[in-house]
């Protein structure tokens, strides 16, 4: 079992930063790939970005792809999502997932993710 906790979402400014960042309880946590998915307002969840268990391969969506960088500190059991040059559109809730991706091409899949933390709100303002 993965408890996951978000934190360090609020309203910025566009052009500006903010990271996000995704603590885990719970053993293995290594063992385990993260995603961040984010959801706006009548819209469906979608990935912005993904990290294997050793950090070595990284997923970004097209839309966040050079202004987002996903890392994570396995001693630490903390993920994070730094985000630059920030827009409007990157408004949303932005949630933390963990589970065991089988494949490259499911990392931006919101089924291959086991655990879900309840998510952060993202503002940007114009």
């Known amino acids: 079992q993965v408890q996951l906790v978000e934190s360090g979402g609020g309203l910025g400014q566009a052009g500006g930063s903010l990271r996000l960042s995704c603590a885990a309880s719970?053993?293995?946590?290594?063992?385990?790939?993260v995603g961040w998915f984010r959801q706006a307002p009548g819209k469906e969840r979608e990935a912005a970005a993904a990290?294997?268990?050793?950090?070595?391969?990284?997923y970004y969506a097209d839309a966040v792809k050079g202004r987002f960088t996903i890392s994570r500190d396995n001693a630490k059991n903390t993920v994070y999502l730094q985000m630059n040059s920030l827009k409007p559109e990157d408004t949303a809730v932005y949630f933390c997932?963990?589970?065991?991706?089988?494949?490259?091409?499911?990392?931006?899949?919101?089924?291959?993710?086991?655990?879900w933390g309840q998510g952060t709100q993202v503002t940007v303002s114009s």
């Open positions: 990290i294997s268990r050793s950090g070595t391969y990284t």
């Open positions: 719970g053993r293995s946590f290594s063992s385990y790939d």
């Open positions: 997932a963990a589970g065991v991706v089988m494949s490259l091409s499911q990392y931006d899949t919101v089924g291959a993710y086991k655990y």
